[in-house]
């Protein structure tokens, strides 16, 4: 069995998990301190990908950045990379793709904390980002775990968006759902039980952690 | 003195409240805003402290303009030394007692560290979390806080309103001695009329968004004999009449009137026992 789309599977989701982690912390925090009419638009941009399939998510992507339009001509001749067909472009769906999975959490969180924290904060001339980091993240560590697995677990799975924007290249956008897919095509019954079978235990493994340590097991098995 | 003049409007179409507020409050003394719930007490805090904005008009500190809408200041918050103690606390809870206190600034003075935490009796909460404490507790230490900011003006929303009376006493005292050493300036929230005759140095009454009497808290009372409140007779029944005191109403037996001679609209003056 071929360990690369595993380990593809495993970086695309590290590095989509990582960019959307500082990506959502400012604008969950711009959404739930702003009284900007523009507030629900962004917020209808953001769930999105929860309802769309992805194959639509992946057709315009391929419409606006391919490479023969303008703007992927541009991104190709200004920083020399083709956002199709590449695992520059995997990454940039995927952001895109699972986007509300780490919103959403951690925007929940935001919310539930007492708007007296930021205003004593700021009473005591305390700047937004010391606010953000020493009162409003460490208190929502639960909330920030459940969008960093959701986000991570979500990403391993995606099929229809890496399907239509990575294509099956080895090495390069073929990841372990696209080899799958493969398997069965070719008749790779066992491989592809393999891999299944792998994706699912990490799957479980990850969301079995995620409701212990926020339902507080650990900390009782500690104790 | 702090001077207050503006409006402000709350909420759109029929939800709608309307602050109307002129009022002035002492520098370095005990100021307490009196009146019942939903008459705009923690509105006005908000809007001094610059949290709410106002629609129009100007608030200024000994002579210094914090807001201003005709020359459109505003003074940002950070600059304004205001400490506010919240109906919720707004404490930590990621943080220690200590942390907490030591979030407000580094170097707090140790004489008033010190001091604070003899006065207010927090030694030995100094290491626990907030979630732990109780109300009383947290109570006690949202007013350290606020006091090791060492504020020019501390503003205290209702601070003491969810504590038993031999509690709510001994806070008070804490406060009287804390501003009268350090000197600065509090407004509290309170609508509770012996808070205001035992600590307060000035008392402003609200009601429906409008200060509708301001001064020393004998306002409240008779001049002439102790133990007596001023009132307002605002109905008289059969068997009893309905009487004002400050934001309050009283209804009072006939049986207990010594004297019934007057009219509805007439001030009065009843004895409190």
Partial sequence: MDLTPLLLTFKLAAITTLLLFFLAIPLCYWLVQTRSKLKPFVETVVSLPLVLPPTVLGFYFLLFLGSNTSLGLWIQNTFGISLVFSFTGLVIASLLYSLPFMVHPIQAGLTSLSKSYVETGQLMGKSRFVILCKILLPNIKPAILTGVVLTFAHTIGEFGVVLMIGGNIPNQTKVASIAIYDEVESLNYATANLYSLILLGISFAILLTVYLVNGGYLKRVVR | ?273
């Avoid at chain 2, 940002?76 to 400490?83: E, K, M, W």
């Avoid at chain 2, 001695?177 to 009454?205: G, P, W």
């Avoid at chain 2, 008289?236 to 007057?262: A, C, H, P, S, W």
């Fill in chain 2, 1 to 273: 003195m702090i001077r207050c003049q503006f409006q402000k409007t709350y909420g759109s179409g029929k939800q709608t409240f309307h602050l109307n507020i002129k009022a002035s409050f002492q520098s370095n003394a005990i100021n307490i805003l009196f009146g019942p719930s939903g008459a705009g007490k923690t509105s006005l805090l908000r809007l001094i402290s610059g949290l709410d904005k106002v629609d129009e008009g100007s608030v200024s500190v000994d002579r210094v303009d914090w807001i201003n809408t005709q020359t459109k200041t505003f003074m940002p918050l950070a600059q304004r030394n205001i400490a506010y103690v919240f109906q919720d606390y707004g404490l930590f809870p990621n943080m220690t007692v200590l942390k907490n206190l030591k979030f407000v600034q580094k170097k707090i003075p140790q004489q008033l560290f010190n001091d604070v935490i003899a006065t207010l009796e927090i030694k030995h909460l100094l290491m626990v979390k907030p979630n732990e404490l109780s109300g009383g507790q947290k109570q006690r230490i949202a007013l350290a806080r606020a006091l090791v900011q060492e504020p020019k003006l501390l503003l205290l929303d209702e601070p003491l309103t969810a504590l038993d009376e031999t509690l709510r006493n001994k806070l008070q005292t804490y406060l009287v001695y804390l501003q009268q050493k350090y000197q600065f300036t509090v407004i509290m929230v309170s609508h509770n009329l012996q808070e205001v005759l035992k600590i307060a140095d000035r008392v402003c009454v609200i009601n429906y968004g409008e200060i509708i009497e301001e001064g020393k808290p004998t306002i409240l009372i008779s001049k002439n004999t102790q133990n007596t409140l001023k009132a307002t007779v605002l109905d008289m029944e059969k068997e009893r009449i309905t009487v004002r005191v400050g934001i309050q109403q009283i209804k009072i037996d006939k049986k207990q009137i010594v004297n019934l001679d007057f009219q509805k609209g007439d001030e009065v003056e009843i004895q409190i026992s």
